[in-house]
């Protein structure tokens, strides 16, 4: 393809005489394609804080994406070309590792890709993108073309950057709004935002507008007539009790009602566009003022008396929104500052389709069950008012770790797409749910489920889990008003272990503390994660494990299928403590009647002292379970709950890769059984490194089981074992990932371990 000079001359000539920001960027990438004769053109800029880009211009993309599609530094091949501030030419794009799919921008179509940095003075301004239907790369003449017209468009585009007008431009017309937060559980979900905690007063209530303003007058009419109801059955049951003054306040309220200022007030605001409750408010406020400015002290009082009707008729406003638990239909994304085990537990588990935190992180704890429950969640989302989108449509991106608020049709749709795909490759699993974890030359892997949410065990059992390798049983401590009795808690662990028998169930001792509070037993603590935690707060108060104990065994004497593990183990006395607390609870139910079998009692290596000390600790316990989101923390000093550092968290690390062989290989020497639980378990390029490791058995969250499983049939361990040796000299995780990924980009999965494009086992 021939670009002469003149071509490019004319080119910048006509974009000078473009004045308005919107206008000169789409002749930029009209004028470009139809010169390069390809069929997308795109302008990329980076946002103000200079940490991620977003689409500023398109000729070929859905336009709908302008002002929406974001991309981080280094993310997708666009975000390598700002970090790398180098060229990409490639054949087929989507096949490439770094290939991130935007769903509102529609570009699977497209194939060859070519994109140049936008620079100015070494600044960093943007990036330039043709693609095209062909399975070809571009031409080197289409290359040197391109990266000229960026370097004669740098300036002028960096003039539009400093100025930020074209962020207000190009998001003038697009009302849905996109936030970025951190990966808590990996998926996409569609669903009606519910608010977890959403009793607030009226003067708290902030601005917020409506999609549907038919159904909010609905909604407002029988809130209306719901305290009207109210009112009537109160002056009817204490009328006859009460002064005659006192019960002439019924009458005010009533007449307060039926206000015309009151009633078509908020119609009008909702006609507007304003949210019922925000109307309210308005109106309200409105309405109060008009009384506190009268010189008459009665009438001055009644703007009390207006307030108070107005939170009436909020609180039953805010119980019209309750009423979408009743309909079995809706699907809910839970929206909150960080939604509790116990606020998770109250809500019908079928019809969460995911979760949005506006603090928390990839490793809290929300996030961990979010993953055992595979239901998508982004968390630590800033810049959100939560209560301003009350009722509205919210996708959940936890691939991208963003969240998209009122998203338009045709981008709901392409995620509902995108849905139906993941959930008919799921399907597709369900034929290996019998079948064993077994590698291509035999080596055998037990794949076992973490669980401890609810008592019902479907969810593993229906991915083929092999057992439960971590049972927390913290979390039916946390749902509860009060510490759970012996028999409450006997029954819960009966029906777990009868769910799983034959197939064992490690069952944790209550391990509270860190990120684990619980409601009724406030702990605080300067330093929690190295305080009064785990085994530590239940030998202190020894009569609550003690109970705990006695409820485990009173289960497993039915079962038989029970082993005991203990957390946070740090010195050998901690482990001994524990054996002869089960061993008086065992002799003092025999006395009672009940004989009972002593489980296995096995301990989880989360602190470092545990694995230095494991020679020592061996003769007291059966086998040890690697807790390895703890062990990773301590190992390596970083808060997985701090956004300052918790960048830094990656279960990869070298240091890890030298504990984690210790562990094994000790575990061998003494002839014990070791395992691995914890979010490593999950991560397509640990697990690899795992088997090559030799950790046989692992514990992970039910719904990561088939892609797991499908992982490990469809590798050689004997492959993986050099990849290991070149691991064991690596300086810093992103190395050593880089090792291991080739082989996912092989079977077809992306490095970030999503689901490969095709069905069939390979």
């Known amino acids: 393809m021939h670009h002469p000079l003149s071509t490019l001359t004319s080119l910048v000539e006509q974009i000078a005489r473009t004045q308005n920001p919107t206008a000169m960027m789409s002749t930029i990438v009209q004028r470009l394609s139809e010169l390069m004769k390809v069929e997308v053109c795109s302008i990329y800029l980076c946002t103000p804080e200079r940490d991620s880009l977003i689409l500023a211009a398109t000729k070929g993309l859905a336009p709908t994406a302008v002002g929406h599609a974001h991309l981080a530094i280094n993310e997708g091949l666009v975000g390598h070309i700002a970090a790398s501030l180098s060229a990409v030419n490639l054949a087929d794009a989507p096949a490439d590792d770094r290939f991130v799919y935007i769903p509102e921008t529609h570009e699977m179509a497209y194939h060859r890709f070519l994109g140049v940095p936008l620079l100015h003075l070494r600044k960093l301004v943007g990036v330039l993108v043709i693609q095209g239907h062909q399975r070809e790369p571009f031409s080197e003449e289409d290359e040197a073309f391109l990266i000229t017209v960026a370097s004669q468009l740098g300036s002028t585009l960096y003039q539009l950057h400093r100025d930020g007008e074209w962020m207000s431009d190009v998001q003038e017309s697009t009302p849905y709004r996109r936030y970025r937060g951190v990966k808590g559980a990996p998926g996409v979900g569609c669903g009606r935002l519910w608010l977890v905690h959403p009793q607030i007063s009226l003067a708290e209530i902030k601005s917020s507008i409506t999609s549907n303003p038919a159904q909010q007058k609905s909604d407002f009419a029988e809130a209306l007539d719901a305290v ?23 009458n005010v309220y009533q007449l307060m009602l039926q206000s015309p200022e009151l009633c078509n007030g908020v119609k009008q605001l909702i006609s507007e566009g304003a949210s019922a409750e925000w109307a309210l408010k308005q109106t309200i406020d409105t309405m109060a003022s008009a009384f506190e400015q009268s010189e008459d002290p009665y009438m001055k009082a009644r703007s009390e008396d207006i307030h108070n009707i107005g939170q009436r008729i909020l609180n039953q406003l805010l119980e019209r929104d309750q009423q979408v638990l009743e309909a079995p239909d809706e699907e809910l994304i839970l929206g909150g500052e960080l939604i509790s085990i116990a606020d998770l537990a109250s809500f019908p588990l079928e019809r969460i389709r995911g979760l949005i935190c506006t603090s928390g992180s990839t490793l809290s704890h929300t996030a ?15 810049g959100v008012e939560l209560e301003q989108y009350r009722g509205a449509k919210v996708i959940v991106d936890g691939n991208r770790s963003e969240c998209v608020l009122n998203p338009p049709l045709a981008l709901l749709n392409e995620y509902k797409r995108m849905i139906a795909q993941e959930n008919r490759f799921m399907r597709g699993l369900e034929r290996l749910r019998n079948v064993p974890a077994e590698t291509l030359d035999g080596t055998r892997i037990r794949l076992l489920t973490n669980t401890g949410l609810l008592a019902d065990a479907t969810p593993g059992l229906e991915r083929g889990a092999e057992g439960v390798g ?59 994660y190295l305080g009064w935690r785990g085994i530590r707060f239940t030998l202190d108060n020894t009569q609550l494990l003690v109970t705990q104990i006695r409820a485990m065994l009173r289960a497993h004497a039915e079962c038989g299928n029970l082993k005991v593990l203990v957390p946070m183990i740090s010195r050998v006395d901690e482990i001994i403590a524990v054996r002869e607390l089960i061993a008086k609870a065992a002799d003092a139910l025999k006395r009672d009647g009940i004989e009972v079998p002593l489980p296995e009692l096995g301990m989880m290596i989360e602190v470092p002292s545990a694995m230095l000390l494991l020679p020592k600790l061996a003769p007291h316990i059966d086998f040890v379970s690697v807790g390895s989101n703890d062990l990773t923390q301590y190992l390596i000093a970083v808060d997985r709950n701090n956004p300052r550092v918790s960048s830094l968290f990656d279960n990869m690390h070298p240091a890890m890769l030298v504990a984690l062989e210790q562990i094994i290989d000790t575990c061998r020497r003494l002839e014990l059984p070791a395992s691995l639980c914890g979010e490593m378990a999950s991560d397509p390029v640990a697990v690899l490194m795992l088997v090559a490791m030799g950790y046989d058995s692992l514990s992970l969250s039910a ?31 992103s190395q050593i990932r880089a090792l291991f990924e080739p082989v996912l980009e092989r079977l077809g999965w992306s490095t970030d371990g999503r689901q490969p494009p095709s069905e069939a086992e390979t």
């Open 703 to 733: 719904y990561n089981i088939p892609k797991i499983k499908l992982l490990i049939r469809s590798v050689r361990r004997a492959d993986l074992l050099p990849i290991l040796e070149q691991a064991r000299d690596c300086t810093d995780e």
């Open 368 to 382: 961990i069950v979010a993953n055992a429950l595979g239901i998508p969640a982004v968390m630590g989302i800033e």
């Open 470 to 528: 971590l049972y927390r049983s913290e979390i039916p401590f946390m749902v509860h008003a009060s510490f759970p009795t012996e028999q409450e808690q006997y029954r819960i662990y009966v029906k777990v272990l009868k769910a799983y028998s034959p197939y064992p169930v490690s069952m944790r001792t209550l391990d509270i503390g860190g990120d684990k509070q619980l409601p009724y037993f406030e702990i605080n603590e300067s330093n929690p």
């Open 228 to 250: 009207k109801e109210e009112l009537e059955s109160g002056s009817g049951r204490l009328g006859q009790h009460l002064p005659s003054d006192v019960s002439a306040l019924f």
